[in-house]
């Protein structure tokens, strides 16, 4: 069972409308964008035991191979996590979904062999501090898989990324911001950066300020 680290709201995150309007397209993603296809490149291989962070409405749980034992998904959206919970009774694996927040996670220290971030870190409040809390929970030597949008394009696109992340965009998407810069962020938090490479969503058709995405996986060094 997850063991609380601290005190942690039970619904750290409120954003309902926005919770309804995700439910719906990330399902129809899932076909349109091939956002299926990432899922499974993102969690292929995984074993042991997984937390992954901001599981939204849970369509990660499908693609968790059977080499892993266990996922504990940690989702702090009270509509999103009534979703996940369904999510979690379809799933292959066995996947308990509990609420908390990414920077104060309600597990014990060094229990995980692997992590799942996923179009997550966008949203967080404090990255660093969400990121830290990653690495206290895997054991040393253990692997973050992330699949994550931010800053991307020419000047023109960066420059919109940043306006919209000052005005309307984090209001109207649950706190979510165009120009994180997530590779950057893991290298700060003290990971180890393994292979990665740079994604458009969608492939085809036009670009878009959340377009440009990064899929790849990352280490807590052995000794740190």
Not at 100 to 117: I, N, T
Not at 139 to 145: A, N, S
Not at 169 to 184: A, I, K, Q, T
């Amino acid at each position: 069972m997850p063991l609380r680290s601290g005190k942690v709201p039970r619904d750290a995150v409120h954003h309902p409308l926005f919770a309804r309007y995700y439910a719906r397209i990330s399902v129809a993603a899932e076909t349109r964008m091939g956002m299926g296809g990432v899922r499974g490149r993102l969690l292929d291989g995984l074993s042991g035991r997984v937390l992954e962070i901001g599981a939204g409405n849970g369509l990660n749980f499908a693609h968790y191979p059977g080499t892993v034992s266990e996922v504990v998904a940690i989702e702090p959206e009270r509509r999103l996590r009534k979703l996940a919970v369904e999510a979690a009774l379809r799933a292959e694996v066995p996947v308990d979904v509990v609420p908390g927040a990414a920077e104060a996670l309600p597990v014990k220290s060094e229990g995980f062999d692997a992590a799942v971030v996923s179009l997550v870190l966008c949203s967080v409040r404090d990255v660093p501090r969400a990121l830290g809390e990653l690495r206290r929970v895997l054991r040393p030597g253990g692997e973050v898989r992330f699949f994550e949008h931010g800053r991307g394009g020419g000047r023109v696109m960066t420059l919109s990324q940043r306006a919209l992340d000052r005005t309307v965009w984090p209001v109207l998407n649950g706190g979510c911001h165009l120009s994180r810069e997530p590779v950057r962020a893991l290298r700060d938090a003290g990971f180890e950066l393994g292979p990665y490479r740079r994604v458009l969503m969608p492939e085809q058709g036009p670009a878009l300020p959340t377009s440009y995405c990064v899929l790849g996986t990352a280490w807590r060094p052995v000794g740190s």
